[in-house]
């Protein structure tokens, strides 16, 4: 029996921390119901507020070994001593239904599924927020970091905001303008639905 085609869309959303993707995909979550929201895997720690299969599948190390070994992963990373993947049942099974799938993810996860889904079935958006010095004032005020940890982020803010002009969509969202940046992310998705929707 022939393996079902992919008639869906993967939308991958990339940014640096502190850009305010969260509240973005909250918002598509509450004005876009249509929409089908991968949950990553990861071997850190739950945190307060979090919930088990909304955010993460919380899972320990042997369970993730088992998962790469098994092939059940289109990507993983490591940060911060905690490993993050991409499972393949959240997106290519939907994929598959013809749903518009959102995933949050990082640049290391973006080269990994360009290399799986086609071109036109996906589209890169990137949240460009600020530079580091107001987006590290947002990170701290969120949640305390390490020197450590600090050094980290802004290592990573350096690497992915050299890929910006490589994402296929770029979403502002300037200091007091969260508005705006909502409703340039959420007409964006729209056309990509109608798209789908329309085939």
Known sequence: MNERPITGHLILIMAPSGSGKSVLISHLRETLPELYFAVSCTTRDMRPGENEAETYYFIGEEVFDEKI????????TEFSGNRYGTLVSEVLEPMKAGKVVVREVELQGILAIKEIIPAERRTVVYIDAAPWEVLERRIVARAPLSEEHRTLRRERYTEESKWKAFAD???MND???LDEAKQALQKCVEGILARVTSR
């Open 69 to 76: 070994k098994e092939g059940a992963l289109l990507e993983w």
């Open 169 to 171: 969509i770029i979403i």
């Open 175 to 177: 200091e007091g303008h």
